[in-house]
């Protein structure tokens, strides 16, 4: 059964930093891409960042470039999120995703988190 | 940058057969993937590569897509179908997927 538990959520200042998680279990972790889609409160589904299943390749919504780093760990089967420079704006439910297909990134996420709640408010 | 359109909101009565629409320029040259979002849960995947069903999701969901238009239907619509549907492709231009703006299926 495929799982993805993320972690790292929180509460953080204006111009803070914080670190997202996402374990996965239940499929060979390093053939698939994977991604991270947010969600603020009582809005839509938002892309934030992709990552292919062996790392070499990234993609980034504008607003976060610069700001976000997506990397993964394929011997410890989990995804990260590094997220600095946090903005109001960028409060939101963040969801693992992964790819639905082996290798590329444009398959759809077919398996999802439950989210973690990041809060940027001072 | 590429942009879905979705209407906002959209009524079906049981038993009868919703369909939801989500326009982007040529996106019949795109794979569409649908995903159904009840409140408080996380995204499923219901449609992907335009028509195909994971498994799991029954036979009444379908979609298509043709021009600038592709379009979700949902069949002998149920009480348990009322969520937000959106759309999403992956943009080879900008190398970014996008997510079309949701639409809310009320069911009367």
């Known amino acids: 059964e495929v799982q993805l538990l993320e972690s790292g959520g929180g509460l953080v200042q204006p111009g803070g930093s914080l670190r997202l998680s996402c374990a996965a279990s239940?499929?060979?972790?390093?053939?698939?891409?994977m991604g991270w889609v947010r969600q603020a409160p009582g809005k839509g589904l938002e892309w934030v960042s992709s990552?292919?299943?062996?790392?070499?390749?990234?993609y980034y919504t504008d607003s976060v470039k610069g700001r976000f780093i997506i990397s993964r760990d394929n011997s410890k089967n989990t995804l990260f999120l590094q997220i600095n420079s946090l903005r109001a704006e960028d409060t939101a439910v963040y969801y693992c995703?992964?790819?639905?297909?082996?290798?590329?990134?444009?398959?759809?996420?077919?398996?999802w988190g439950q989210g973690t709640l990041v809060t940027v408010s001072s | 940058s590429y942009v879905l359109t979705q209407p906002p909101s959209v009524s079906v009565a049981p038993g009868k057969t919703a369909r939801i629409t989500c326009g982007g320029n040529?996106?019949?040259?795109?794979?569409v993937h649908w995903y159904q979002q009840k409140p408080g849960q996380a995204p499923v995947l219901v449609i992907y590569?335009?028509?195909d069903r994971p498994s799991g999701i029954p036979e009444r969901f379908s979609g298509s897509h043709s021009g600038n238009t592709a379009t979700l239907s949902i069949s002998r619509v149920e009480a348990g179908d009322e969520a937000d549907y959106y759309c999403?492709?992956?943009?080879?231009?900008?190398?970014?997927?996008?997510f079309g703006t949701g639409t809310k299926v009320t069911v009367l």
């Open positions: 040529n996106i019949g040259s795109k794979s």
């Open positions: 990552i292919s299943g062996s790392g070499g390749f990234t």
């Open positions: 239940g499929f060979t972790f390093s053939t698939y891409a």
């Open positions: 995703a992964k790819d639905s297909q082996q290798w590329v990134v444009q398959g759809g996420f077919d398996y």
């Open positions: 590569y335009d028509s």
């Open positions: 999403q492709v992956w943009d080879s231009s900008g190398d970014r997927y996008v």
